[in-house]
């Protein structure tokens, strides 16, 4: 079993930063690709940024390239998403999750998820 625990959420005007850490603990953190995804109020779940186990090139959602980075600590087991310029549409609850498969990680399904921290950018 794998856990999940995304931090870091909370108020920021637009043009601001924040960056959420997720701590994944249980099985070898190594092995799985991270990924990051939003859930805006009636609105369903969206990919937002991923990452494979490897040193390999990140993925984006096209809304949020350039402003968005996905980074992974492998030796302290916890994946980041810096957030920089934040807009009012980025407001959601944001997820992380973790993959066995490192393929498709913009539309695959994901095996593990966190519980989601809030997000919210005032104008």
């Known amino acids: 079993q794998v856990q999940l625990v995304e931090s870091g959420g909370g108020l920021v005007q637009a043009g601001g930063s924040l960056r959420l850490p997720c701590v994944v603990s249980g099985r070898t953190f190594r092995s799985y690709a991270m990924g990051w995804f939003r859930q805006a109020p009636g609105r369903e779940r969206e990919f937002v940024a991923a990452k494979s186990w490897s040193a390999g090139l990140p993925y984006y959602a096209d809304s949020v390239k350039g402003r968005f980075h996905i980074t992974r600590d492998n030796a302290n087991n916890t994946v980041y998403l810096q957030m920089n310029s934040l807009k009012p549409e980025d407001t959601a609850v944001y997820y992380c999750?973790?993959?066995?498969?490192?393929?498709?990680?913009?539309?695959?399904?994901?095996?593990?998820w966190g519980l989601g921290t809030q997000v919210t950018v005032s104008s």
């Open positions: 999750a973790a993959r066995a498969d490192q393929r498709g990680l913009r539309t695959g399904v994901y095996d593990f």
